[in-house]
């Protein structure tokens, strides 16, 4: 059964830095691209960023580019998120997923439960 | 970016009765490689992450029932739930993942009638 358990999520203030987690479990990690997908309390899904299968390759919304980094640990079957220059519109639940092929990336399949994140003074 | 455009942003509908939403790339989301539209459905009930519908426009996701059926190509997608049940109420969203950034709908929140 795929498993994905995010931490990290905590009441930061406006400029903070915040590293998010995520643990994976029940597929070989290292076959697939990885995503983070946030959705601020309600509002709808907003796609963050994208890491390949080797940490390779990289991709972000135009919105967290520059502040944001992606990296995943293969030997500890782990993903990261390191948010930097933190906003108020940052503020969301923060959800771990894994993509759906072998290889190069495609949909996303299983999320995590999510972390929530919430930017304020 | 590609935009995604759902609607309605809204819906009712009956127990049994038949559910239909639309999706609308700002683009064409059909890859001429494979011949396959990189377009994904998905249902979040409250308090809960989404959960995978479909993928490929029209393939349904292993375990998902067979009253929920993805169409269209090209730019124009339609989600469709054949016989409405009480557990669907939910809101929906559908994805491209044609090229990054990837891109969600608005979401299109379904009710009972």
């Known amino acids: 059964e795929v498993q994905l358990v995010e931490s990290g999520g905590v009441v930061v203030q406006p400029g903070g830095s915040l590293r998010l987690s995520c643990a994976a479990s029940?597929?070989?990690?290292?076959?697939?691209?990885m995503h983070w997908v946030r959705q601020a309390p309600g509002k709808g899904l907003e796609w963050v960023s994208l890491?390949?299968?080797?940490?390779?390759?990289?991709y972000y919304a135009d919105s967290v580019k520059g502040r944001f980094t992606i990296s995943r640990d293969n030997n500890k079957n782990s993903l990261y998120l390191q948010m930097n220059s933190l906003r108020a519109e940052d503020t969301a639940f923060y959800y771990c997923?894994?993509?759906?092929?072998?290889?190069?990336?495609?949909?996303?399949?299983?999320w995590g439960q999510g972390t929530l994140v919430t930017v304020s003074s | 970016d590609i935009v995604m455009t759902q609607s309605p942003d809204s819906l009712a509908v009956s127990l049994g009765e038949r559910a239909t939403i639309n999706c609308k790339s700002s683009?064409?989301?059909?890859?001429?490689?494979?011949?396959?539209?990189?377009l994904a459905w998905y249902q979040q009930k409250p308090g809960q992450p989404p959960n995978l519908l479909i993928y490929?426009?029209?393939t349904r996701q292993s375990g998902v029932p067979d009253r929920f059926s993805g169409s269209g190509s090209g730019t124009d997608f339609t989600l469709t739930i054949s016989s409405l049940q009480a557990e669907d109420v939910a809101v929906y969203y559908c994805?491209?993942?044609?090229?990054?950034?990837?891109?969600f709908g608005q979401g299109t929140n379904l009710e009972i009638k």
């Open positions: 683009q064409s989301i059909l890859h001429s490689s494979n011949n396959k539209d990189y």
């Open positions: 997923a894994k993509d759906g092929v072998v290889g190069p990336s495609g949909w996303v399949d299983y």
């Open positions: 490929w426009a029209s």
């Open positions: 029940g597929f070989t990690f290292d076959d697939y691209a």
């Open positions: 890491i390949s299968w080797d940490g390779g390759n990289t």
């Open positions: 994805l491209q993942y044609y090229s990054t950034p990837y891109t």
